[in-house]
């Protein structure tokens, strides 16, 4: 396996570090003032289209789409290292257009979307005129096994009747977000995994109802959000069902395995910059009539936490090469491991630099509490750490 970057890879590099430098890590502030100020929070603060309309400019736009015309044409090894960049901020991988959920979405869409609804639906998401989310997680059954899923997607004549309640549907709040991605049960009489179908539900469609948003850890993500919503016979047209009846599984694997390592990916970039956070923090501060940086607890910190950071970046590295070399089939088990590996590597290095900058760790002056958060959302969302080390075990005791 060949890890090196290509020349157009570290071009890619170098312009997205400089961008970062110069655009987005002094918007961060201006983003917060920005909602702060604003009458509401379910608004889009002017900077991010800004930011957005920069990044158009400077070609810096839809990276993320492999074996597509529509994108930069980068392979998942070669986008690896340009995502854990947009890591490192959360609100970078929106300004490139290349934020979750919509990157799952349009990945859907472009593999198994129709004409009519790539039209429709996938050029605006990837021109960032609009924005989506992915209705999948319920309530009310165990959501890690997605055959409990109980919202129904019933024929009737030229249109689907959809009724149920999904909630943590990120992407919602958002004032931009047009359209739904929704998985629910098609037909509950065919073999267990060729039951559920997706299919696109414009958010504006009657008997589509925002119940409310609902915050992680006190954030509200706003204008994001992850909301609680209910279909009460929602009736959009049969030509919205994608890939046809009983595809459900079969899109949610190719979704989520991209969507996966993409996680991964941003959250090395997370775990990079709580790093550099904590070593400028400790050479600055004094404690016990020394720097921090010479106790030998926080020198012990600091390389556990590269020492991480690097295992996780080659396991990610690898599950990327495999998928661009063999297929996300055959790569389920290094997007497992990895899935597992990334969000409990970053909690910990993410942790400790709080525990280095002390009361200011937990505090909104700096990006490292609501980082924390984010990675610990991540041993849940894409599937528990629960869900993927039985897959891994299963796949160890077949001999796969």
Request: proline fraction near 6%.
């Amino acid at each position: 396996m060949d890890f090196a970057f290509s020349d157009r890879v570290k071009e890619y590099q170098e312009r997205l570090l400089r961008f970062m430098e110069e655009v987005v890590y002094p918007a961060e502030r201006i983003y917060v003032e920005q909602l702060r100020d604003s009458p509401t929070r379910w608004v889009v603060p002017p900077v991010m289209e800004e930011m957005k309309a920069k990044a158009k400019e400077a070609g810096l736009w839809n990276l993320f789409l492999p074996d597509s015309d529509k994108g930069a044409g980068l392979k998942n090894l070669e986008y690896a290292p340009l995502c854990e960049i947009m890591g490192r901020s959360p609100i970078a991988p929106e300004v490139f257009n290349c934020s979750a959920p919509d990157t799952g979405n349009m990945e859907v869409l472009e593999r198994y979307g129709t004409e009519e609804q790539k039209e429709k639906w996938l050029i605006p998401l990837l021109n960032g005129e609009i924005r989506s989310c992915f209705s999948m997680t319920e309530p009310d059954v165990a959501s890690s096994d997605a055959t409990n899923i109980q919202t129904t997607i019933r024929r009737d004549g030229d249109e689907y009747v959809i009724n149920g309640r999904k909630w943590w549907s990120s992407g919602a709040g958002d004032p931009r977000c047009k359209v739904a991605i929704v998985m629910g049960k098609s037909n509950p009489d065919a073999p267990k995994h060729q039951q559920h179908s997706m299919i696109i539900v414009p958010l504006d469609t009657p008997g589509v109802r925002i119940e409310r948003m609902l915050p992680v850890f006190g954030y509200d993500d706003a204008p994001h959000g992850h909301a609680e919503i209910t279909y009460d016979n929602v009736r959009v047209p049969a030509s919205n069902i994608i890939w046809g009846e009983g595809k459900g599984f079969a899109i949610a694997q190719g979704r989520l395995g991209p969507g996966r390592i993409h996680h991964c990916m941003r959250l090395i970039g997370a775990a990079e910059r709580a790093l550099e956070l904590m070593v400028r923090r400790v050479k600055e501060r004094v404690a016990f009539g020394k720097p921090l940086s010479e106790q030998g607890v926080i020198r012990e910190w600091i390389a556990d936490s590269r020492i991480e950071i690097e295992q996780a970046r080659l396991l990610t590295l690898k599950a990327a090469y495999m998928m661009d070399t063999v297929g996300n089939k055959v790569a389920k088990k290094e997007i497992a491991m990895i899935k597992v590996v990334a969000p409990n590597m970053a909690l910990k290095v993410i942790d400790r630099a709080i525990q280095a900058f002390g009361a200011a760790g937990v505090s909104e002056d700096f990006p490292l509490a609501f980082m924390w958060t984010n990675a610990r959302t991540l041993r849940l969302a894409d599937g528990p750490d629960e869900v993927h080390r039985r897959a891994i075990a299963r796949l160890e005791l077949s001999g796969e």
